[in-house]
């Protein structure tokens, strides 16, 4: 067995898994944007919401959605979406994965074997990067949304602003409290 074909096979289940639950998160996106499942923390409306967050484990493939106001309180409870969507396409590449990490050790060039792992992660990312951003930008044109929506992975500081594409500075040092820089 061959460890690129396997980890290939692994990413093309992960394509199927997410494009057989597009239309599922292009609705729960769809109920973010109009508020439909915002669900608001008290003394604040959806109209202090300044700022859509939408936070991810590339790990886990999960997504948190909260809103910010202009200060960048958080304002909103956090509405999880994704987790269990995924779990055939966990259970399946955790059996490839599991072949491929019996092969490491067969594997000669450990340098080799390191650059295979992280192109399959890149790609891997990627895929669901792309993914996730194409599902939003429908979302976001069925319901004309204006509001700044920002997408990070939830342990890194960085992330994009999906509206202009550009890269954002997030300032994480409380729990509660995002600032964006551009």
Known sequence: MEPIKELKKSNTILKLALNDNREKVIDE?????T???ILML?????????????????????????????????????NNFLRNELNDYFSKSEEILDEVSDLEDDFEDKEEWEEIMEEYEQEKYEIFDEWFTSCWEEAQEITGSKVPTYFSIDEMDSGVELMSSDSVEINKNQINRRRYTH
């Open 35 to 37: 508020g439909k499942t």
């Open 42 to 78: 008290s003394s604040f409306s959806q109209d202090n919401i300044a700022v859509h967050n939408f936070e991810y484990r590339h790990e886990w493939f999960s997504m948190v959605f909260f809103g910010s106001n202009a200060a960048g309180l958080t304002i909103t409870e956090e």
């Open 29 to 33: 996106l769809i109920n973010i944007l």
